[in-house]
């Protein structure tokens, strides 16, 4: 049995709106992380794109018990059709198309099994006490600490760093193609490039789902390795790791001991158990 025992999701910055969700229905649960609009204003209408895109594909996700492979499918085409019949075409420039992070897992006769896109991340802790995790590509923040240090007008906000962002436009351009790195978005192809994942796990055990904001903990800033982090998840709490995460964030708000393009990202994070 899956029991949903705890969750947080924190904005990045209360001026603004938080980009992340979270679901749990149909014995499945998962996190989706909306990825931060790279222009002004949003084509929805919305406060951001990525606000919208994240809120779209966790209502599909609520309204079907499909395989997770289907469902994902059901959920970008919904999204594609919902955004043409907003703004009456999809953008040329295809880094103008909303995308987002997802993570979605389920209950197996062996533990737990799932797929992802984007840089979303799973965590886990069995009986026996072995620490498992999966989700995005490797070493994918060491790769967003790199090419943060390359910013050179890292002192002005993300929307108005005009060398970064233009960076970031053609990177997110190149995205969801035969070849590169998938996320979720308003190509249904996405479903069948999703990374499969699968844990063998000794019951009672414990999971953790997490956008990449509070997987920093673990993955940025090496607070934790993988066993801590669920250690720490399950004697302190999700609310206590996120009052750790804003910390280490404030004192180094200007991002010289952890080079990044925000100086707090949106966190989301679901604890449950497997009996």
């Not at 079907?64 to 703004?87: C, G, M, P, V």
Request: hydrophobic share 40%; proline share 3%; charged share 25%.
């Amino acid at each position: 049995m899956l029991t949903l025992i705890e969750t947080i999701s924190l904005a990045g910055d209360r001026a603004k709106q938080n980009d992340d969700v979270h679901g749990f229905a149909h014995g499945r649960a998962w996190v989706i992380d909306g990825a931060t609009d790279l222009d002004e204003p949003s084509l929805t209408g919305w406060r951001s794109d990525a606000a919208w895109v994240a809120h779209a594909a966790n209502a599909a996700l609520y309204n079907t018990n499909a395989s997770a492979r289907a469902a994902l499918r059901a959920a970008s085409e919904s999204a594609r059709a919902s955004f043409i019949a907003l703004t009456g075409e999809l953008p040329e420039e295809q880094w103008r198309w909303p995308i987002a992070s997802l993570i979605m897992g389920a209950e197996t006769d062996e533990g737990f099994a799932g797929i992802d896109l984007g840089d979303c991340r799973i965590f886990a802790l069995d009986a026996d006490g072995a620490a498992f995790c999966a989700g995005g590509p490797e070493q994918a923040a060491d790769a967003e600490t790199a090419l943060a240090t390359q910013q050179t007008d890292a002192d002005k906000p993300l929307l108005r760093r005009t060398e970064t962002i233009a960076k970031l436009r053609r990177l997110r351009g190149m995205m969801n193609r035969d070849g590169s790195h998938w996320t979720f978005c308003l190509d249904p192809e996405c479903a069948a490039r999703a990374r499969d994942w699968a844990f063998s796990l000794k019951r009672p055990a414990h999971l953790l789902l997490a956008t990449d904001g509070f997987a920093a903990l673990t993955d940025r800033y090496r607070a934790y390795d993988p066993s801590g982090f669920m250690h720490a998840a399950l004697s302190q709490g999700l609310h206590e790791l996120a009052r750790e995460l804003r910390t280490i964030e404030h004192q180094d708000s200007d991002g010289g001991r952890h080079p990044r393009f925000k100086r707090s990202d949106d966190a989301t994070a679901m604890l449950l158990r497997l009996e």
